[in-house]
C-alpha cells in the first residue's frame, strides 16, 4: 500500500544543532506539506512544495527550510534549533490532480529541543 | 486570510450519549472543510470532508458534518459516541492549493 512516512518518530537535540526530518510518501503525490502541531495552536503550516525544485513559505517558516529533490522526499531542516521549535511535526502529501482530494498525514515526529 | 475557530477546547460525554463539536471558519470564496481526528501518538486521520453540493456531510465511524453557509459553521456530529471515539477532533479549511489552515482542536473524553 502506498503511504507516508516520517523518521525519526521521536528525536531528542540540543540548542543551536542543526536537525533534518525526513518525509518520504510512495503515492507519487506532487504536493506536500509541513505543520508544526503545539498546544492551543493546532497545526499550522511551515513550508510547503508543488513539485520538484518548487518550495514556499508557509505561516511559521523562519528557522525552518525545505528541497524538493525528487517527487518523493520533503525534507525538513532547523538550520539552529531552538526551544521554541520543540514540537510535534506533520507532513503531508496530496494529489493535485485529483479533484475534492484531501491531504493524508504521516504519523508526526516529535522533536525536543534542549 | 482564512481562519478557523473550534470554542470548545474540551468536551466530555458519556458513552452512548449523541455529540456535536462546533466549528466556525472565516473565508472569502466557497470554503473546502475538513474534520480531521488524532488518537494520541497518531497522524491525522480524514473523517469527512466538504467542497460543494449536498451540505449534510457523511463520514467514517458514523459522523456527520452539516455546512451551514449562513453561519458560516461546519459542526461534527454523532448520534451515539463509542469510547473509542475518545480523540482530539480538528476542523481545517483549505486556502487553495490544498494548504489547511487548522481550528485549535477539541479534546474529546468519553466516560464509560
Known amino acids: 500500500d502506498a503511504e507516508i512516512t516520517q523518521s525519526p518518530r521521536h528525536k531528542i537535540t540540543e540548542t543551536g544543532r542543526q536537525v533534518t526530518l525526513a518525509c518520504h510518501q510512495t503515492?507519487?503525490?506532487?504536493?506536500m506539506f509541513w505543520y508544526r502541531q503545539d498546544l492551543g495552536h493546532g497545526l499550522r503550516l511551515i513550508h510547503y512544495s508543488y513539485g520538484v525544485q518548487d518550495t514556499n513559505k508557509g505561516e511559521v517558516s523562519d528557522g525552518y527550510s525545505v528541497s524538493r529533490s525528487n517527487t518523493e522526499d520533503l525534507p525538513l531542516t532547523l538550520e539552529s534549533a531552538a526551544s521554541s521549535q520543540t514540537s510535534v511535526y506533520f507532513c503531508?502529501?496530496?494529489?493535485?490532480?485529483?479533484?475534492?482530494?484531501?491531504?493524508?498525514f504521516g504519523q508526526g515526529t516529535r522533536l525536543t529541543v534542549v | 486570510a482564512q481562519s478557523v475557530t473550534q470554542p470548545d477546547i474540551h468536551i466530555t460525554v458519556s458513552e452512548g450519549a449523541s455529540l456535536e463539536l462546533r466549528c466556525n471558519y472565516s473565508y472569502g470564496a466557497t470554503p473546502y472543510l475538513f474534520w480531521y481526528v488524532q488518537s494520541p501518538g497518531q497522524g491525522l486521520q480524514l473523517l469527512l470532508k466538504?467542497?460543494?453540493?449536498?451540505?449534510l456531510v457523511q463520514g467514517i465511524k458514523g459522523f456527520e458534518a452539516e455546512f451551514k453557509r449562513s453561519q458560516s459553521s461546519f459542526n461534527l456530529r454523532k448520534p451515539s459516541v463509542h469510547w473509542s471515539d475518545a480523540a482530539e477532533y480538528f476542523c481545517a479549511v483549505e486556502g487553495g492549493g490544498n494548504k489547511l489552515t487548522f481550528g485549535t482542536g477539541t479534546q474529546l473524553k468519553v466516560e464509560l
Open positions: 466538504y467542497f460543494s453540493g449536498d451540505t
Open positions: 503531508a502529501s496530496s494529489d493535485p490532480g485529483q479533484p475534492n482530494t484531501e491531504a493524508f
Open positions: 503515492w507519487n503525490h506532487n504536493n
